[in-house]
């Protein structure tokens, strides 16, 4: 018996993440065949890819014929959501992105990214994951729950599923959803951040538990976790930038140490200074280090991957 061809909008729910797992295999094996060449094409051509990057028909073309190819490959791959299928093929050129889609025997999956990397993963469960640079997490699903072991840092959009909560265990808290938007950061030597951007997020440590839904963020302030209005920019490393208005340069220099795999040491009066800027990840370190000597009048010395920022 021949298998149901997907809709358009049965491919577009596949694409976010929302198809109920009874169709995912269905329309995954659609994806494999031929066939879905020109569904595919009246799909990519409906977006408003134009609009939205301004690609030319060229690099339209070219674009869409690489994540044709992944798809048509016998390498596992990744598909991703409708908004992330448009973002990732457009910046495939641009960022490398990587496909997977891995089912280990042991049913435990492992992800790394390296530095100045962003990784884009869907989960057999087909949540979505956004790796930070110099970041990793495994996963595991039960009967009662799935799990996910994060070090670093991650935007996550939940495949809903009330009947299977998906935890994250961080460094120094636990996250706890049912399907959502969110973004976790969980850096060795930072404090935990967790931010919701869609839906309600239960975070919880050792002394409580806070209660997050959209535009709300749990943080520790004097070493207590608390909730409270997010700060704009906490996604924009996805794009490989980073928004900062007004902030300490010590958040700063974590961030860059995190991004360029390098150390940066400086005094508490540089620290504490709190610098304005969009920065491009995409460029080098250096152009960063310069802007701020020009505007903050500091200046930097560079020994292998330790760089000395100071005040004459």
């Known amino acids: 018996m021949q298998e149901k061809k997907p809709t358009k909008s049965e491919l577009q729910a596949f694409f976010r993440g929302e198809c ?8 995954k094996l659609f994806l494999d065949n031929s066939a879905s060449d020109k569904m595919l094409e009246k799909l990519w051509e409906s977006e408003d890819v134009d609009n939205e990057f301004s690609l030319s028909d060229s690099n339209k073309e070219a674009l869409y014929g690489q994540l044709k190819d ?13 908004t992330w299928f448009v973002v990732a093929a457009s910046l495939l050129l641009l960022i490398g992105l990587f496909f997977v889609y891995n089912t280990p025997e042991n049913n435990i999956l492992q992800y790394t990214s390296n530095s100045r990397e962003v990784k884009f993963i869907t989960l057999p469960d087909s949540s979505l994951i956004v790796l930070n640079a110099n970041s990793s997490f495994d996963y595991s699903e039960t009967d009662e729950q799935r799990l ?10 939940v495949f809903r599923d009330e009947n299977l909560p998906f935890i994250i265990n961080a460094k120094s808290t636990e996250i706890e959803v049912l399907g959502t938007s969110f973004n976790v ?12 951007e869609t839906g309600k997020v239960k975070v919880s440590d050792t002394q409580g538990s806070v209660f997050l839904t959209e535009n709300e963020e749990a943080v520790y302030l004097n070493e207590k ?6 700060l704009s920019g906490r996604t924009s490393w996805i794009q ?8 300490p340069l010590r958040t700063i220099f974590d961030d860059m140490e995190t991004w360029y795999a390098v150390e940066i040491t400086s005094p508490e009066r540089i620290d504490t200074t709190r610098y304005t800027a969009t920065i491009s990840l995409e ?3 250096d152009d960063f280090l310069e802007n701020l000597k020009i505007s903050e009048n ?7 991957d330790t760089i000395s920022v100071h005040k004459d």
């Open 148 to 157: 996910l072991h994060l070090k670093g840092e991650a935007f996550f959009k």
């Open 240 to 247: 490989k930038k980073r928004n900062y208005v007004k902030t």
């Open 20 to 27: 109920p797992k009874e169709d995912f295999e269905r329309i």
């Open 225 to 230: 976790l608390q909730k409270r209005s997010a």
């Open 283 to 285: 460029k080098d370190l």
């Open 185 to 196: 950061s969980t850096y060795e030597d930072r404090f935990d951040i967790v931010t919701v």
């Open 298 to 304: 500091i200046d930097f010395t560079i020994l292998g």
């Open 70 to 82: 992944k798809i048509n490959s016998k390498k596992p791959f990744t598909l991703i959501s409708n």
